[in-house]
């Protein structure tokens, strides 16, 4: 990963290339930092979105593009009524999604609330597929920051390999970028070699500014992911946003040099729009991120719609949507 | 005052209750029976065939669970619809099978009283098709066509109206949603049908028609995995061919018809039959 050359860009922070991740001690520094990024130009931003999105993959670029796109998945539920059976069939799909075909590979990991972590754990032993747990008061982030610690390390006793927290919207919103910024933190100081996933819930951060300063704030504190959605708002992830996530997370490489991993979530349902957010990680981030370990889907049905993709290139005829289970 | 400009239509292809071009941007000319031409039409690709089967689909749950008087009265209403535009219709008509004023009219009310006839059958094919079945024990079985799914309709390459009607009524009005492809070379009696279905109270994508190359939508449709059955009425030269690929894929397949009786041919043609099992009660 380290040999590919990261994109030059217009990034204008005050920060050295390639310095290391600053350290930010006080809440003063915080703002400054994000204070000096750049605004989000959205009609280019929306524009070039919209233009990547029409860059046709076909033939063997598709096929390697959908397998990718499986790789990618975090097999995602997070439903009041979920159970162990539920996740129990989540995770024998996350490990082998088309039991007709072994050369399928395996989802990136399942994400499931909490309590059902140590299950998933279970039926997960001796696969690649990690374990994805939602925690610090999802999905709204509206608790306390012990109450929040300790939901966090509920999931990490319980054996989860990646922690998916929610900022504090309200906080970020009403200006007290240091209590999100603390928040971030010590989740991450609790989780230790997990993986933090920081969701941004763009729907709710309403500018592309702030999307911006948020992906800077995260990452600055320590994030391995931002992610964009919750999926539990009307909006969730979007190109463009994805856009400017990604545009974030180069700037950060490379003033930095620590990578940081995107996923969009929520709302991702047909194979078309995988492809579709490959190329503008491709595009802007670069190829460096077209890996599991650097982009992530979290989605459910989305899996399902990339199988039958994959099948139909397979088989060269149009397969029947329910070939595959529901969940 | 200035002169009207003439107002052109362009004829396009019905998907989900909707009308768009072709998602490929083609198009191709249509003649008349004597050669003139008659309108540029769409010429849908296999991603429009892909487009219409998943529309269907989707739609044939509601169509299907929609009682049967229901499904009747919407299809009395395309019936009403087709009867007040007749006049459009038979000249369309007129100009695809080159036949005069009178001729034509003739035969879009046949049309039309074949599309009311199969209205009356949405109630009454149960009664038909089905039957209580004798059983040695204290149970009621009951036998029970329902539809089979979604069908692709291959329509008649000369009967441009009175044979689109046939082929694509009979299994709606058994609870099938239609993928119908119109006639190659006269496809537009079948598009203003289309059309008239739009207000006719039929659910988006229960009927969607395609307009373009039988060589090359047929097999696309034939092989299509979720097509659950397959009218050859137009394409008897490659019936063998397509049927081949359709029972690859498990499809339910009529053949163009070669004489013998006719009347419930095309309502027997796409069911299923469910057995169902019930207690006697007291």
Redesign the interface.
């Known amino acids: 990963m380290s040999t590919t050359t990261l994109p030059t860009t217009g990034a204008r922070v005050r920060l050295t290339a390639g310095a290391g991740v600053p350290v930010v001690e006080t809440e003063g520094q915080l703002r400054s930092i994000l204070a000096s990024l750049s605004g989000v130009d959205a009609v280019g931003a929306e524009a070039r979105a919209a233009r990547l999105a029409t860059r046709s993959i076909k033939r063997t670029t598709k096929r390697a593009a959908l397998d990718l796109a499986i790789s990618m998945v975090d097999l995602t539920t997070l439903e009041g009524a979920d159970t162990p059976g539920r996740v129990s069939s989540l995770c024998a799909k996350a490990w082998r999604p088309d039991a007709s075909d072994p050369s399928t590979p395996s989802a990136a990991a399942v994400c499931v609330y909490p309590d059902l972590v140590a299950h998933a754990r279970e039926r997960l032993a001796g696969s690649s597929v990690k374990v994805a747990a939602v925690a610090t008061a999802f999905p709204s982030g509206r608790a306390s920051l012990a109450v929040k610690l300790a939901d966090v390390r509920d999931a990490l006793d319980a054996g989860a390999d990646e922690i998916d927290m929610v900022i504090d919207r309200g906080a970020f919103l009403s200006g007290r970028l240091g209590q999100v910024f603390d928040e971030v933190v010590a989740v991450k100081a609790l989780c230790g070699d997990a993986h933090l996933k920081v969701i941004l819930e763009t729907g709710e951060l309403v500018t592309y500014d702030n999307v911006r300063r948020a992906s800077w704030l995260a990452m600055l504190g320590g994030a391995d992911f931002i992610k964009t959605s919750t999926g539990k708002v009307g909006v969730s992830a979007t190109p463009t946003v994805a856009l400017v996530m990604l545009e974030a997370a180069r700037d950060f490489a490379e003033s930095t040099g620590r990578l940081v991993g995107v996923k969009v979530a929520g709302g991702i349902r047909r194979a078309k729009d995988a492809l579709r957010y490959l190329v503008i990680v491709n595009e802007t981030a670069g190829s460096a991120w077209l890996t599991p370990d650097l982009f992530r889907f979290g989605a459910s049905s989305l899996l399902n719609d990339l199988l039958l993709q994959r099948l139909a290139q397979r088989r060269g ?5 329910d ?1 595959f289970s529901g969940d | 005052m200035s002169e009207r400009l003439d107002v052109r239509k362009t004829y396009k292809l019905l998907i989900d209750g909707a009308f768009p071009r072709s998602e490929s941007g083609r198009t191709y000319e249509v003649l008349d029976a004597r050669g003139a031409f008659v309108a540029n039409v769409a010429r849908a690709s296999r991603k429009d065939v892909r487009d219409a089967v998943r529309a269907a689909r989707a739609a044939q749950p509601r169509w299907w669970s929609a009682s049967a008087y229901n499904r009747g009265q919407v299809l009395y209403r395309w019936a009403e619809m087709a009867e007040s535009r007749a006049g459009e219709l038979a000249a369309q008509v007129a100009a695809a099978e080159g036949l005069d004023a009178t001729d034509a009219r003739a035969s879009v009310g046949r049309a039309v009283d074949r599309l009311v006839w199969y209205a009356g059958w949405t109630d009454k094919v149960t009664q038909v098709l089905g039957g209580a079945n004798p059983v040695a024990g204290p149970f009621f079985n009951f036998s029970l066509p329902v539809p089979s799914g979604v069908v692709a309709v291959l329509a008649p390459r000369d009967s441009s109206l009175e044979g689109f009607v046939d082929a694509v009524a009979a299994p709606l009005c058994v609870g099938n949603a239609v993928v119908a492809l119109a006639s190659e070379t006269r496809p537009l009696p079948a598009v203003l049908l289309g059309e008239m279905s739009a207000t006719a109270d039929l659910p988006g994508g229960v009927v969607n028609v395609l307009t373009g190359s039988l060589d090359e939508l047929a097999p696309v449709l034939a092989s299509h995995e979720d097509v659950d059955g397959l009218d050859l009425e137009g394409a008897p030269d490659a019936a063998g061919e397509l049927a081949a690929l359709a029972a690859a894929t498990i499809t339910r397949v009529l053949f163009p018809r070669t004489g013998g009786d006719a009347s419930l041919r095309r309502l027997r043609a796409f069911v299923e039959t469910t057995t169902v099992w019930h207690t006697v009660g007291q």
């Open positions: 005829v149009y397969v029947r949507p070939e």
